[in-house]
Nanobody
Framework: VQLQASGGGLVQAGSSLRLSCAAS????????IAWFRQTPGKEREFVAR????????YYADSVKGRFTASRGNSANTAWLQMSSLKPDDTAIYYC???????????????WGQGTQVTVSS
């Protein structure tokens, strides 16, 4: 499976962005789609994840109430809606697909290439 993340950009603090993750095939209900982010010199950080079939979601405390992970408008697309963006949200955002609902990058087998989000103050 190939994943492609898109939708990043340069925005001002307080703005919103929606990231998309397109899979090369239909996403199965047993799959988990997760979002991670990474800044230079730091480890990849868990942001959000959603169980595809049930829609159950989990969020990092740093984004809870501001970000929403969901299914997109097709059977192979996931979204990460980001609101009230802060400069600390600046990072490369990656989507990933796995079978276990986990916040650990090592539990995800498939990764997108990443999309840059930059939030200016």
């Amino acid at each position: 499976v190939q994943l492609q993340a898109s939708g990043g950009g340069l925005v001002q603090a307080g703005s919103s962005l929606r990231l998309s993750c397109a899979a090369s095939r239909r996403i199965f209900s047993s799959s988990v789609i997760a979002w991670f982010r990474q800044t230079p010199g730091k480890e990849r950080e868990f942001v959000a994840r959603a169980r595809w079939g049930s829609g159950v979601t989990y969020y990092a405390d740093s984004v809870k109430g501001r970000f929403t992970a969901s299914r997109g408008n097709s059977a192979n697309t996931a979204w990460l809606q980001m609101s009230s963006l802060k400069p600390d949200d600046t990072a490369i955002y990656y989507c990933a697909m796995g079978q276990d609902s986990s916040g650990s990058p090592s539990d995800y087998n498939y990764w997108g290439q990443g999309t840059q989000v930059t939030v200016s103050s």
